[in-house]
């Protein structure tokens, strides 16, 4: 079936640097793309999204890009800190179907060193 | 605060047991979600419920069964636990439509 995946499992950066996460999807027609942020032992947590008429959405201090040529979605983390050390997901929300379930990638970890 | 609610954080079973892990929210939110996450699996849909008493199968149904009785809790059972049913369980919520969803901490479940 159709899934999400990521280009990176791991993702290393020094504090105040800028972040890069990346996401490759497969369903062309999906709508919908969520970031989610999973700290340990917590459940994920929602950072941002983006539709698929968009290419650009900012939030403080995340940005999140959408290119639908090549189905890549990033994010992107300005001046890192320590708290942003987690594991992110992307997802994408087909957009068939009655009711709306979200298809998540594996997920990338990102490492914040001071 | 707004929040999705597992009952149990840490939970050791043996094998053959029935499990019962239960999911509250106090959003009246009228979709509710199981997944289950493994390491390099991402989170994995096992069933969702989009109203009281209704449900439908993910993509990892087998060896689960879930009930909704009332809007605000979602419980999903394992019939006869097995070992390779040890893994975290995630119990989420959300609006019709809306993928924002909220999350539970998890339920990590062993199964001996």
């Known amino acids: 079936g159709e899934s999400v995946g990521l280009h990176l499992p791991t993702l290393s950066v020094q504090e105040g640097d800028n972040s890069i996460i990346n996401c490759a999807y497969s369903?062309?027609?999906?709508?919908?793309f969520i970031w989610y942020k999973q700290e340990s032992g917590k459940g994920p947590q929602f950072i941002i999204d983006?539709?698929?008429?968009?290419d650009k959405r900012q939030g403080q201090r995340v940005t999140v890009l959408l290119n639908k040529t090549v189905k890549h979605l990033s994010l992107q983390i300005a001046a890192t800190q320590p708290g942003d050390s987690a594991v992110y997901f992307c997802?994408?929300?087909?957009?068939?179907?009655?009711?709306?379930?979200?298809?998540f990638g594996a997920g990338t970890r990102l490492a914040v060193h001071p | 605060d707004v929040k999705v609610t597992q009952s149990s954080r840490y939970l050791v079973k043996r094998t053959g047991e029935k499990v019962f892990l239960e999911c509250v929210q106090d959003?009246?939110?009228?979709?509710m979600f199981w997944y289950r996450q493994d390491p390099g699996l991402g989170l994995r849909l096992i069933y969702f419920?989009?109203?009281?008493?209704?449900?439908e199968k993910g993509d990892i149904p087998e060896g689960y069964s879930v009930s909704r009785e009332k809007k605000e809790r979602f419980s999903l059972i394992l019939e006869s636990a097995s070992t390779n049913q040890t893994s975290m369980y995630l119990c989420?919520?959300?609006?019709?439509?809306?993928?924002?969803?909220?999350f539970g901490s998890g339920t990590r479940l062993t199964v001996v």
């Open positions: 959003m009246d939110h009228e979709n």
């Open positions: 419920s989009y109203d009281v008493k209704m449900k």
């Open positions: 983006i539709r698929s008429n968009m």
């Open positions: 369903n062309s027609a999906s709508d919908y």
């Open positions: 989420a919520s959300s609006l019709p439509g809306y993928y924002g969803y909220t």
């Open positions: 997802a994408e929300g087909p957009i068939s179907g009655g009711y709306n379930k979200l298809i």
